[in-house]
């Protein structure tokens, strides 16, 4: 079956760096996008990056741009997402999906808080 499982998350401090990891099984993976989204306390999940199957074309959202760098290692069903200059709003829950089968694929995700 399926399955995504998200790594890395912890505590952090405000300029600090974290990278997330999202191990893959249960499919090809290297035939298929993946996406990072987050979730605040109280907030809607949100968008935060994406990169094409071959990792050719990554796209983040506007608020994170240069701050946040999405990779993946297709040999190793991996995806990675660096995250540098952490700020306070950056806490969340972190989640790694895939759009596969007109069906959406979730990890667990992993939690990232950044506090002082």
């Known amino acids: 079956q399926v399955q995504l499982v998200e790594s890395g998350g912890g505590l952090v401090q405000p300029g600090g760096s974290l990278r997330l990891s999202c191990a893959a099984s249960?499919?090809?993976?290297?035939?298929?996008?993946v996406r990072w989204y987050r979730q605040a306390p109280g907030k809607e999940r949100e968008f935060v990056a994406f990169?094409?199957?071959?990792?050719?074309?990554?796209k983040y959202a506007d608020s994170l741009k240069g701050r946040f760098t999405m990779s993946r290692d297709n040999a190793k069903n991996m995806a990675s997402l660096q995250m540098n200059s952490l700020k306070p709003e950056d806490t969340a829950v972190y989640y790694c999906?895939?759009?596969?089968?007109?069906?959406?694929?979730w990890g667990q995700g992993t939690q990232v808080t950044v506090s002082s």
């Open positions: 999906n895939v759009w596969m089968s007109l069906q959406n694929y």
């Open positions: 249960g499919f090809t993976f290297s035939m298929y996008a």
């Open positions: 990169i094409s199957s071959a990792g050719d074309v990554t």
